[in-house]
């Protein structure tokens, strides 16, 4: 048994390697004059299309943090600004509220003080009254004792008399 | 996928099993045994069957349908000595219009017997197909160049015709939106771009210093996907692998061996030529052969790596098949239902492997040639390998920053929406 | 002795003999990708794609001699 024309199996033929150099020649001009050109350029320029882009959004997100950062610093002197002034508020009304209290409790004296005067004023008055109005009273009952030319017994009731008439007080 | 793949397969491998059962059966039928000794032998099963489908031919071969002859182009040297270049549309106008003879089927060598011309022996010849196998000799004059079409050539078109299409039409699509570049859509162009930029990113940029990659990339890639079509119509029922043949992938190594050759820096070849700088002149004697020889061989490897695994697969494929009927001539009947189902097994298992195959060689020759381009075109003093990982566009490292970013901002979004 | 015979004998003996030193090759490739990739589970897809590179190459080299035998027998 033998294999007899198999030899072409394992020797290239002339032919065929002529043709196949001028194929392959002309295949790879034409991919390369009208295939692979455009398509490696636009891989390239999608590909730095989306470098950019990634680099886009890492700028975007630098910026962001520091945005937040910025306003999260803004919202906390605000926040302490605040504070500040609520605290100073709160201050001022307590002073003021003392201020009042105070200021209440000085009239409240002087209303007291003015009122124990004006009664002692009047006690002064109704005493200088009655003193008066005693020593009518007296001079009266001397009066009427001098007239009646009085014994000491009826001298004294009369003075009892008069004392009695006199207002308790 | 795979499941929906796999059913393919067998198809295809059914197709396949019966355009080889169906020619050989009704040989055996039809050919009564006493006219032409065409009784179905096992030299005829290994020619027929085993070699003749992996082998090289002038003819395409859709049996149960057609066979049809390619045409031969001879540049042949008359008998006057003046240099022509005669056509003919087949095999069988060569030999009944030219001065062509038939050799002798079963004849060992050439010139012992003398080729069949007599019109009436040449019918019968060719009545028995015996012009499909046989080499044909010049009666006057000779052959300079046998520059027929054969069918691996046509193979190796049709493979450069599908790449041509798939890769102008994609070409055309990125063209229109070249002003604004978009994602690509579809399954097709999805595909063939993590093809391009594997070949880019994987075999060109590693391989290539300095990034001189730009230059070669356009050769990579054409032969990164004509090997791989190529080696995938291998697959095909009735097609046949281009780059099963010596002369194409010779061709290939040739032409990485040209542009090694042609674009290959000074250092190179002066290392080449005068050794290495810091040997001894004995040492340097030895070794500048060596190197020579080296640089030759290697980029012989290259061819016989990819013809020895592509024609090895269809090789192993056709002798599964084959021992169907060599079992049905040597056992008898039963014997070859039951090699048929262990052959099919096999068959399966084998193309899955070539599928397989398919790719890596592809994929081998490809960066083997990128290797070799890259040693060729490095100059020494410039540190390459660093500049090359800074000059890589949009690797992993950008897609470490992009996860980053979303994460982030993930982050971010969540406070608010909760 | 027929040369012819010596001649495919020698081949079927080669195609088996490079048999052997491709499954050798493939095997301690394989064990040691294995043993590398069950090391460093998260270098396994390098690891992968270089193994089927070196075996691709192997397999290139057994196939050599594949061509070799193909020679012998068909050439005698």
């Given at each position: 048994m033998t294999a007899l024309f198999a030899q072409s199996l394992v020797t290239p033929s002339v032919g065929l390697i002529f043709w196949k150099t001028v194929a392959f020649l002309i295949f790879l001009y034409i991919l390369y004059r009208f295939g692979w050109g455009p398509i490696t350029e636009s891989l390239e320029a999608r590909e730095e299309d989306i470098e950019q882009s990634i680099r886009r959004a890492e700028e975007a997100l630098q910026e962001a943090k520091e945005i937040q950062a910025e306003n999260e610093q803004a919202r906390r002197d605000a926040e302490q600004k605040a504070q500040r002034i609520l605290r100073e508020a709160r201050d001022s009304a307590e002073e003021l509220r003392e201020e009042q209290k105070a200021q209440t409790r000085q009239e409240i004296q002087e209303m007291k003080e003015q009122a124990q005067a004006d009664i002692e004023r009047e006690k002064q008055a109704a005493l200088q009254e009655l003193r008066d109005e005693v020593a009518d009273l007296a001079i009266g009952a001397a009066q009427k004792i001098i007239e009646n030319d009085l014994d000491a017994d009826r001298h004294r009731q009369l003075v009892n008399d008069a004392l009695d008439d006199l207002p308790t007080n | 996928m795979i499941g929906r793949v796999r059913p393919l397969y067998i198809v295809a491998l059914a197709v396949l099993g019966v355009s080889l059962a169906l020619p050989t059966a009704p040989a055996k039928a039809s050919?009564?045994?006493?006219?032409?000794?065409?009784?179905?032998t096992l030299e005829g099963i290994v020619n027929n069957t085993i070699l003749g489908h992996a082998e090289d031919g002038y003819y395409l071969n859709f049996k149960p349908f057609a066979q049809v002859e390619l045409p031969r182009i001879m540049l042949v040297r008359t008998a006057d000595g003046a240099l022509t270049l005669e056509a003919y549309g087949s095999t069988k106008g060569l030999l009944r219009g030219g001065p062509y003879g038939l050799t002798a089927h079963?004849?060992?060598?050439?010139?012992h017997a003398d080729p069949i011309t007599a019109s009436a022996e040449l019918s019968e010849a060719i009545g028995a197909k015996e012009h499909l196998h046989s080499p044909v000799v010049r009666t006057s004059g000779q052959v300079v160049a046998d520059l027929s079409i054969s069918r691996h050539l046509i193979f190796g078109l049709l493979a450069m015709l599908i790449v041509l299409g798939i890769f102008i039409a994609l070409a055309q699509r990125y063209k229109k939106g070249h002003d604004q570049p978009e994602a690509p859509q579809g399954i097709f162009q999805n595909m063939m771009e993590v093809l391009v930029v594997f070949v880019r990113d994987e075999i060109a940029k590693p391989n290539?210093?300095?990034?001189?990659?730009r230059t070669f990339l356009p050769y990579l890639l054409t032969a990164f996907f004509f090997i791989l079509v190529a080696n995938i119509l291998g697959l095909v029922p009735f097609a046949g692998a281009a780059t099963s043949n010596i002369a194409v992938t010779g061709v290939m190594a040739v032409m990485t061996f040209a542009i090694v050759l042609l674009y290959a820096s000074t250092d190179y070849y002066k290392e080449l030529l005068?050794?290495?700088?810091?040997?001894?002149v004995l040492i340097r004697i030895i070794l500048v052969p060596i190197e020579i020889i080296g640089l030759v061989m290697r980029h012989l490897a290259l061819a016989i790596r990819l013809f020895a695994n592509m024609m090895g697969g269809s090789l192993i494929i056709f002798s599964l098949i084959g021992l169907v009927f060599m079992m049905n001539v040597i056992m008898g009947e039963a014997a070859a239902w039951s090699t048929t189902i262990i052959s099919i097994g096999f068959t399966v298992f084998i193309l899955l492997l070539k599928l397989l195959v398919a790719f890596i060689q592809a994929y081998v020759f490809t960066i083997l040639s990128a290797l070799f381009i890259g040693m060729a075109v490095e100059?020494?003093?410039?540190?390459g390998e660093q500049e090359v990982e800074s000059g890589s566009g949009l690797d992993g490292r950008a897609e470490e920053r992009l996860d980053a970013v979303e994460d982030k901002v993930e982050r971010r979004a969540q406070p608010t929406t909760a | 002795m027929d040369p012819a015979a010596l001649a495919y004998l020698a081949a079927g003996l080669g195609a088996g003999i490079s048999a052997v030193g491709a499954a050798i090759g493939i095997g301690r490739l394989a064990s040691s990708s294995m043993d590398g990739a069950a090391r460093q589970p998260e270098a396994a897809g390098d690891i992968r794609g270089l193994m089927i590179v070196s075996a691709g190459l192997i397999e290139g080299v057994a196939l050599f001699a594949l061509i070799i035998c193909l020679l012998l027998v068909l050439f005698v």
């Open positions: - | 050919v009564p045994a006493g006219e032409a000794g065409e009784e179905v079963g004849d060992e060598g050439e010139g290539i210093p300095d990034g001189k990659w005068t050794g290495p700088p810091d040997a001894p100059e020494h003093h410039s540190g | -």
